[in-house]
């Protein structure tokens, strides 16, 4: 059974830094296309960050430049650094995989297939 | 990029139902998938690929996708449906992937 379990989350003063972690069971992570999503409070999902299992990254704009994303293949983990944090940073955050399809032999990245349960990030002043 | 519209709100009543929209130029060109996150809770994927319906999704949950709207369209409403639900692509090929629509609180009166 696929498991995605976050942690890290805190309450941290604007300019600060956070490291979350999210930690898989039932798979493995460097395989796999681990995305952070999140959601502000009473507010939408946004998709944050992507590490392909080639080891591409990509980021949203607001978060692009602060925002680090990275895998431990010795953890089956995944974790975005989180620095130079700002107000509109505060929401929840989620661990989530993609799923897709092979489509003449390559794997095609479509969905958000598996989720955690999220980590609360409060940034404050 | 892609920039999906949904209604903020649908309203239906028990035993009707309910269709959320999905609007974008050309979205009927790109796989549309849709989640359900109710309450305090993560989000559950239960159409993807505009028509699919992962194992463990009532029948009930359907999509249709063509022009520049995707629909997600859920017969005989129960109580149970009430959530927030979204809409999301993969524009791959670009530096910002992952694109959500605004969500749609669905109540059932």
């Known amino acids: 059974e696929v498991q995605l379990v976050e942690s890290g989350g805190a309450l941290v003063q604007p300019g600060g830094s956070l490291r979350l972690s999210c930690a898989g069971s039932?798979?493995?992570?460097?395989?796999?296309?681990m995305t952070w999503v999140r959601q502000a409070p009473g507010k939408g999902l946004e998709w944050v960050s992507v590490?392909?299992?080639?080891?591409?990254?990509y980021y949203a704009d607001s978060v692009k430049g602060r925002f680090t994303i990275s895998r431990d293949s010795s953890k089956n983990t995944v974790s975005l650094q989180m620095n130079s944090l700002r107000g509109d940073d505060t929401a929840m955050y989620y661990c989530a995989t993609l799923g897709g399809r092979v489509v003449d032999l390559i794997f095609v990245p479509n969905y958000f297939e598996y989720w955690g349960q999220g980590t609360l990030v409060n940034v404050y002043s | 990029s892609y920039v999906l519209t949904q209604p903020p709100s649908v309203s239906v009543a028990p035993g009707k139902t309910a269709r959320i929209t999905c609007g974008e130029d050309n979205i009927g060109s790109k796989s549309v998938h849709w989640y359900r996150q109710k309450a305090s809770q993560a989000p559950v994927v239960v159409v993807y690929y505009n028509n699919d319906r992962p194992s463990g999704i009532s029948g009930r949950f359907s999509g249709s996708n063509s022009g520049n709207t995707a629909t997600l369209t859920i017969s005989r409403v129960e109580a149970g449906d009430e959530a927030d639900y979204y809409c999301?692509?993969?524009?791959?090929?670009?530096?910002?992937?992952?694109?959500f629509g605004g969500g749609t609180k669905l109540t059932v009166l």
């Open positions: 590490i392909y299992s080639d080891g591409n990254t």
């Open positions: 039932g798979f493995t992570v460097s395989f796999n296309y």
């Open positions: 999301q692509v993969w524009d791959s090929g670009t530096d910002h992937p992952g694109v």
